[in-house]
């Protein structure tokens, strides 16, 4: 049974950094591309960052650009995205998601949740002074 678990969540400083964990079980990650979405309270689950399978090209909506990495390490079979120069609006629930589309996310336009279809339960990220 496929199953994502984040974790790495909390509450931080604005201008902080947390490195948030996704960790795959009952499958091999680098076989699926991988994504990170957030949703605040009242707003719609927004995409946030994914890794391709094929090329580990990446996509990082224009919000998080420069502050947050996405990466990959195959042998513990888990996904990290790091987020530095956190801001208030980065408060959400985070969620991470695996699909099984094997292309490139070089040109990618924006990530939305239909593109992936097995999720974890997510991880709070609080920033506040």
């Known amino acids: 049974q496929l199953q994502l678990v984040e974790s790495g969540g909390g509450l931080v400083h604005p201008g902080g950094s947390l490195r948030l964990s996704c960790a795959a079980s009952?499958?091999?990650?680098?076989?699926?591309?991988i994504g990170w979405f957030r949703q605040a309270p009242g707003k719609e689950r927004e995409g946030v960052s994914c890794?391709?399978?094929?090329?580990?090209?990446?996509y990082y909506a224009d919000s998080v650009k420069g502050r947050f990495t996405i990466s990959r390490d195959n042998a513990k079979n888990t996904v990290y995205l790091q987020m530095n120069s956190l801001k208030p609006e980065d408060t959400a629930v985070y969620y991470c998601?695996?699909?099984?589309?094997?292309?490139?996310?070089?040109?990618?336009?924006?990530?939305?949740?239909?593109?992936?279809?097995?999720w974890g339960q997510g991880t709070q990220v609080t920033v506040s002074s």
């Open positions: 998601a695996a699909s099984t589309y094997s292309g490139s996310y070089t040109y990618l336009i924006k990530l939305t949740t239909s593109m992936f279809g097995s």
């Open positions: 009952g499958f091999t990650l680098d076989d699926y591309a």
């Open positions: 890794i391709s399978s094929s090329d580990d090209s990446t």
